[in-house]
């Protein structure tokens, strides 16, 4: 089992449209968690890092469920530059913090 | 402010060939990662060093080898190329292990 799974999609929304993914985590002492976008032949890029009272940054909000061993990505409003794929990213424990990243979920906004 | 700097950005090499991918950084960051990224895989890790003077292996570290020159410096060496190489490749670095990581602009190796 890998050990940051996430539904690959592609989730086709329109725009204006909410939506929401999530990933699961194998590793319960897990300690660090982030949402990352890569835009097609890009390079990753931090989106934002998930507390575990979860938090917003405008349009994004992103939670944490430690005991179900899930964090989500909520996207309202969506806009057409929002298409991109978006990759979890989970790091810490058992002694060892490198960071894991899920395969990703694409989004694509249509007009 | 150029962050995590990849050279080169585009390589052909032929099957057995070698060659080194160079990453610097300009952050003063403490760790510094090597991922290779194939279509339906995700990003997955070859080799890292949490800190200068240190290097271990990560998940897909067969036919690869790294140098951690400096602090800044990360290096990744193929030395006998083979088409499963073929791929985009990754640097990244952070400030420990645990933090967000910043990626370079990436490596697109094809291997013929």
């Known amino acids: 089992r890998k050990e940051v799974e996430q539904d690959p999609g592609p989730f086709n929304v329109p725009e204006g449209a909410t939506v929401a993914f999530n990933c699961t985590y194998s590793?319960?002492?897990?300690?660090?968690f982030f949402w990352y976008r890569q835009d097609c032949r890009k390079e990753p890029k931090l989106l934002m890092s998930?507390?575990?009272s979860g938090n917003e940054d405008g349009r994004f909000t992103a939670q944490l469920n430690r005991a179900s061993q899930y964090i989500s990505l909520l996207i309202r409003d969506s806009k057409l530059s929002d298409s991109a794929t978006y990759l979890c990213?989970?790091?810490?424990?058992?002694?060892?913090?490198?960071?894991?990243f899920g395969r990703g979920t694409s989004l694509i906004v249509h007009p | 402010n150029a962050g995590v700097t990849q050279t080169p950005k585009f390589q052909v090499l032929k099957t057995g060939q070698s060659m080194t991918l160079q990453c610097a950084q300009d952050?003063?960051?403490?760790?510094m990662y090597w991922y290779r990224q194939d279509p339906g895989m995700g990003l997955r890790l070859i080799y890292y060093?949490?800190?200068?003077?240190?290097?271990d292996k990560g998940e897909v570290p067969n036919g690869y080898n790294v140098s951690r020159l400096n602090k800044r410096e990360f290096s990744l060496r193929l030395e006998s190329a083979a088409p499963s190489q073929t791929s985009v490749y990754f640097c990244?670095?952070?400030?420990?292990?645990?933090?967000?990581?910043?990626f370079g602009q990436g490596t697109r190796l094809t291997v013929v």
């Open positions: 990244a670095s952070s400030e420990v292990v645990r933090t967000e990581a910043f």
């Open positions: 590793n319960s002492a897990s300690q660090s």
């Open positions: 998930v507390y575990s």
């Open positions: 952050m003063n960051h403490n760790s």
């Open positions: 060093s949490a800190s200068e003077g240190t290097t």
């Open positions: 990213v989970v790091s810490g424990g058992g002694g060892s913090y490198i960071p894991t």
